[in-house]
């Protein structure tokens, strides 16, 4: 039995976009299918610090694919020793057999679903008229959400607010210079998010909401992205009251998403919750139903979007004769 190893560089050249946005929708209708078995995940935390290492584990019966995931994060001294602060690793299973297929840098696959994600929420609940994306947040997650919802809606203007001058600066500049868009940087996030037909959130989630009710204009589109463990959150709790709220997956996001806040201080129940994105894309629950209703889309990730997307850079690394074949026994 041989498993392939992959490292960072060769998992990046495998890396389409576009095939990622469809692996992810395709994820999403298993899970809603019936076809997805996908425990609860796993964080271990050093004690008296920020750093600890999460795994997240699923089986796909559609694809016949098991998948472990680690994400490691918050090891600030890794830099001094030549390391990343965050790493992630997966290991691919064949379910039928249980024989490990694959090992392969992570880096890329959570970046990229986790993108994907964003713009499928945005094709199928975003008005059609949007015309304004607002991009909260200037790190390598509000890169990845524009590069992904770009692809599947046109804007004639991107708003952007950090919290780091310097990195909405640099924010601004290379993404204006790569996708060729205007893109304008904003001094508060009320400014950013008021001009916004559409509004992407992904920060850290630490300090607490940075998107306020009275800033939405009627039939906004919310993608809160930042928020996936207990006590973050990036939007308002009282925005989930008139709102139409999609999960990815409900028993995560009243756990560990924005919606846990709602659920929490009584606002909405847990059967408020209009649906989860796969029942949408399924056909079994109704998308947008009107220009002016707020629509909130909470994403926590899910193992299923690592596990098929993992699956398909395994058997494109398998076609191009990428990575490199390891025997553990023979």
């Not at 699923?58 to 994400?71: E, F, R, V």
């Not at 199928?124 to 809606?153: H, K, M, S």
């Not at 924010?171 to 790569?178: F, G, L, P, Q």
Request: glycine share 10%.
């Amino acid at each position: 039995m041989k498993t392939l190893l992959l490292n960072k560089d060769e998992v990046g050249s495998l890396i389409d976009l576009d095939a990622v946005l469809e692996a992810v929708e395709n994820g999403y209708k298993a899970f809603n299918s019936g076809k997805v078995v996908q425990p609860d995940f796993i964080s271990i935390e050093l004690p008296g610090s920020h750093a600890c290492i999460d795994f997240k584990g699923g089986l796909d019966l559609a694809g016949g694919y098991i998948t472990i995931k680690s994400s490691a994060g918050g090891y600030k001294g890794n830099p001094e020793l030549g390391l990343p602060t965050g790493m992630n690793t997966v290991l691919l299973f064949d379910a039928s057999t249980g024989a490990l297929k694959c090992v392969m840098d992570g880096t890329w696959i959570t970046g990229c679903r986790t993108a994907a994600a964003g713009a499928i929420s945005v094709k199928y609940l975003a008005r059609e008229d949007a015309r304004t994306l607002c991009v909260i947040g200037a790190g390598n997650q509000a890169r990845r959400q524009l590069r992904a919802i770009i692809r599947v809606r046109d804007f004639d203007e991107i708003v952007v607010w950090n919290a780091s001058s310097q990195a909405l600066d640099e924010y601004v500049r290379e993404m204006s210079e790569e996708t060729g868009l205007n893109i304008r940087k904003c001094e508060t996030a009320e400014e950013a998010v008021r001009a916004a037909d559409v509004v992407v959130t992904t920060t850290r989630a630490l300090r607490g909401p940075v998107v306020k009710k009275e800033w939405l204009k009627p039939g906004t589109h919310i993608v809160a992205i930042g928020s996936d463990m207990p006590g973050k959150q990036e939007i308002g709790a009282d925005i989930f009251k008139e709102a139409k709220v999609v999960n990815d997956a409900v028993e995560l996001c009243i756990k560990y998403g924005d919606t846990q806040h709602a659920v929490k201080e009584g606002i909405i129940k847990t059967e408020d919750i209009h649906a989860e994105i796969g029942e949408i894309l399924l056909g079994k629950k109704a998308g947008r139903e009107n220009p002016h209703e707020i629509t909130i889309f909470d994403s926590v990730g899910m193992a299923i979007q690592d596990t098929v997307t993992v699956a398909m850079l395994y058997e494109a690394a398998l076609e191009k004769g990428l990575g490199t074949p390891y025997e553990f026994f023979k």
